[in-house]
């Protein structure tokens, strides 16, 4: 009824394949960034900003950027904390070297230096796939992190090999350090956000796009109709790391403001990401908001209610909810493999016949 | 509108507040993770010691104190969420007991005016409060754990230390990095040769580390270790047949926890400490009474008298004294967290108010000024009796080397304004 294509007429090829075909999509799309440009920024506060939105929107590019290498490429990668450290670190370096450069080139900046990093290890997947990429990239995971806490340039010499954000701003306002306001560290991320989820979404489903996905689905047969196996995992590689590499900036500069390369960007933000491109889906962009969505809130709403609301001992939920989310992960994903964002479209699928199914 | 949204997107997450009392208290604490056989016993002691006060005397100068206990996992991303989460019901001070989650929350809570106890932990520097108003980590740092181990060993070798090699294996994190930089100071002074050695998170992986002492045959090997990393490290010890009476751990790595796992092979090894250990003190007998026996004890109720225990009950002790500080020097009973601030800043801890309290000689005397945020700096070292299964202390308190540690701090604190642009000052 709401999913409803009668009188919704498309007279143009560019109208027949926008991203939102359906009305009643696209006016959600709409109503969505209003809400969250016009609206969330009047109302929150420190809790909601550091607990929920700017992971949320953080973790969102970075399962966008690993959708892209993976669900939409073909290729597994076990290295997002290894290439959100260098985000981090470069972000890091171009904020203390050039301090009058406004934080927002820094951030693109360093989203830039992790796709050369990430080039440079996505090279062995021209010979290595599947499960051997996979442990050639969780290398290049542990290698950044041990070089990052190794050689005393990367964090300026500091005794203890923290990184810290100095004040940075953005028109006058500030988006770094610990004077922030709450709606000024969500409207910076969410920008970020939005940018590359148009970037990404556009890029998919252009001839870019067509070519990581020939090459995901076979390889050989993607060579043989002409696709370049090198640029375009090279270039998958690239993008990837790119907005892998935002992220990483975001999250040490605005989201948290200091950091320890080994505890926040080590192994398990690795795994962190890549369940919520699997559980949210791969090869989709709606999946990786999904995914960030589902595995940084559960945990949340999951403490909220036992230990606010039902005043359980903190370790007794601590333990109930690693239990609840691993359960929950299985559930969905024997109940549907393809993740949320499949679910999402089988849902509205039925939707657009309702009431009426064949 | 804001509550409507909030209502429409996660109601859940609006989850009502415990009743507020008028003192409210945080525990960031850890039960779970790798680090979590330290962080329960810490985490027992500081939330009986409030239990007993509120079960046996109301409170603190007639108030309530209601504890909000956090789980941080040991984890900086869930101390950050802890910390949000809590502030807004008027925490009066945070013990964030974890040295990556202070370097977090330093900034975030001098902006917002709440003090931070990091005691025996966190950045060194904030000893000197002129730029760190609102961080406390009195009584002792690490700089001083630092100090007074070598100190030790000096005493030990009978004063010179010219031509020894002294071993670090430390946490590879901002925690086990912090002595670096006095031992090397010290190093130039006393003459000895100091060797690093980083173990990485969560530390069960240290064989190449003790192969490296085999091999090098140290003097000493000083210990930066927390957690599963100091079980390890003490087994290691043991199994490469280290001199265990030469290997000295720095306080967080002198719980029961660390040596038992190792048996009669961990008997002699040594570890710091700032305050007593044991049970041997009056005020055993009103937790029995007011806390154990009535089923109100933190946790399984089965760490009493541990070290780390009596560590926890040692920090929530020193938050009580400022508390009440703070109330005579305001007038009123319910503190808000400025003037659980300046009641922390003109904190005096005396043999009297402590043998009062029922830990008579518990831990050194010393007084907060805005100077000094860090106390005296005095530790003591403790030593494994494997047979009697009890750690006891072998010297008694005596002071860090000021001479070394006072241009480090400065040096180090005038980094901090500089880089955050702090104007130091005491008024």
Redesign the interface.
């Known amino acids: 009824m709401l999913y409803r294509e009668a009188g919704d007429f498309k007279t143009s090829y560019a109208e027949d394949s926008q991203t939102f075909p359906i009305k009643f999509d696209r006016w959600r799309y709409y109503a969505v960034l209003a809400v969250a440009f016009g609206v969330i920024p009047f109302f929150i506060n420190d809790y909601w900003v550091s607990a929920i939105f700017l992971p949320f929107l953080i973790y969102s590019i970075a399962a966008i950027g690993l959708n892209i290498l993976t669900g939409y490429c073909g290729q597994v990668s076990l290295g997002t904390g290894g290439f959100m450290a260098v985000g981090a670190y470069a972000c890091y370096k171009l904020m203390t070297a050039f301090p009058d450069i406004s934080i927002f080139f820094h951030v693109i900046l360093a989203g830039g230096i992790t796709a050369g990093v990430g080039i440079l290890f996505g090279l062995p997947s021209l010979r290595i796939k599947g499960f051997y990429l996979a442990v050639a990239t969780l290398a290049a995971q542990f290698f950044l992190v041990w070089i990052f806490n190794r050689v005393p340039w990367f964090y300026n010499y500091s005794a203890t090999g923290q990184i810290s954000a100095p004040e940075r701003t953005v028109f006058g306002v500030k988006v770094t350090g610990p004077e922030t306001d709450a709606w000024a560290t969500y409207l910076f991320c969410l920008v970020f956000v939005v940018l590359v989820a148009w970037l990404a979404r556009n890029l998919t489903r252009g001839t870019v796009g067509r070519k990581w996905m020939a090459i995901r689905d076979m390889d050989i047969a993607a060579e043989i109709i002409g696709v370049n196996p090198l640029t375009a995992k090279l270039s998958a590689f690239a993008v990837s790391s790119f907005f892998i590499g935002i992220a990483g900036a975001l999250f040490f500069a605005v989201y948290l403001g200091a950091v320890e390369v080994g505890e926040v960007f080590g192994i398990n933000k690795s795994f962190l990401v890549l369940f919520m491109v699997i559980i949210g889906g791969l090869g989709s962009i709606f999946g990786s908001f999904a995914g960030a969505a589902f595995l940084v809130l559960l945990p949340v709403i999951l403490k909220n209610l036992l230990v606010g609301t039902l005043g359980w001992p903190t370790d007794l939920a601590a333990h109930l909810e690693f239990m609840i989310v691993g359960a929950l992960i299985i559930v969905f994903l024997v109940a549907e493999p393809h993740g949320l964002a499949q679910l999402w479209r089988v849902a509205k699928d039925k939707l657009r016949l309702w009431p009426f199914p064949h | 509108?804001?509550l409507k949204?909030a209502t429409l997107a996660?109601g859940?997450?609006?989850?009502?507040?415990?009743a507020m009392a008028e003192i409210t208290m945080s525990a960031l604490?850890y039960?779970?993770g790798p680090y979590?056989a330290n962080g329960?016993p810490f985490a027992d002691g500081y939330q009986d010691y409030f239990t007993l006060l509120n079960e046996r005397d109301g409170g603190i100068g007639g108030e309530m104190i209601n504890l909000v206990?956090?789980?941080t996992?040991y984890?900086?991303?869930k101390g950050?969420?802890c910390y949000?989460?809590t502030?807004?019901e008027g925490v009066l001070v945070y013990q964030p007991l974890s040295?990556?989650i202070t370097?977090?929350l330093i900034?975030?809570a001098?902006?917002d005016g709440i003090p931070m106890h990091t005691m025996g932990y966190g950045?060194t520097s904030a000893k000197n409060g002129a730029v760190f108003p609102y961080i406390f980590n009195y009584p002792a740092n690490y700089w001083d754990g630092a100090s007074i181990a070598i100190t030790h060993i000096a005493n030990e070798e009978g004063g010179d230390l010219t031509g020894k090699k002294i071993a670090l294996v430390y946490h590879?994190?901002?925690y086990g990095?912090?002595p670096?930089?006095t031992l090397e100071s010290l190093a130039e002074k006393h003459g000895y040769e100091l060797s690093l050695l980083?173990v990485?998170?969560p530390g069960q992986e240290q064989k190449s580390q003790w192969l490296q002492i085999r091999r090098e045959k140290p003097d000493y090997v000083i210990m930066w270790g927390w957690g599963v990393m100091n079980q390890v490290a003490v087994q290691e010890a043991v199994n490469i047949r280290y001199p265990m009476d030469h290997f000295i751990g720095i306080w967080w790595s002198g719980s029961e926890n660390d040596v038992l796992p190792a048996g009669d092979g961990a008997n002699g090894y040594k570890a710091l400490t700032f305050h007593n250990l044991g049970d041997d003190y009056p005020i055993y007998a009103d937790l029995k009474t007011h806390v154990v026996d009535t089923g109100k004890a933190a946790?399984a109720g089965d760490q009493l008298g541990t070290a780390l225990y009596n560590r926890g009950m040692y920090a929530a002790m020193l938050a009580a004294e400022a508390i009440k500080t703070a109330q005579e020097m305001s007038g009123e009973s319910a503190i808000t967290p400025a003037q659980m601030r300046d009641g922390m800043e003109n904190l005096e801890i005396t043999e009297a108010k402590m043998a009062a309290l029922g830990l008579p000689g518990f831990g050194p005397e010393f007084k907060v000024s805005c100077e000094n945020h860090g106390g005296d700096g005095y530790g003591a070292v403790a030593q494994w009796d494997a047979a009697a299964g009890e750690w006891s202390l072998i010297t008694d308190y005596y002071q860090s080397d000021q001479e070394i540690l006072a241009p480090l701090i400065e040096e180090?604190s005038a980094a901090y304004a500089a880089?955050?642009?702090v104007e130091p000052a005491c008024n």
Not at chain 2, 12 to 18: D, E, G, K
């Open positions: 509108m804001r949204l996660l859940a997450v609006m989850a009502a507040a415990p604490s039960r779970t979590a329960i206990e956090c789980e996992g984890n900086t991303e950050v969420e949000e989460a502030k807004g040295t990556g370097y977090q900034p975030k001098t902006a950045r590879n994190s901002a990095k912090e670096i930089r980083p990485d998170h946790g180090d880089e955050a642009g």
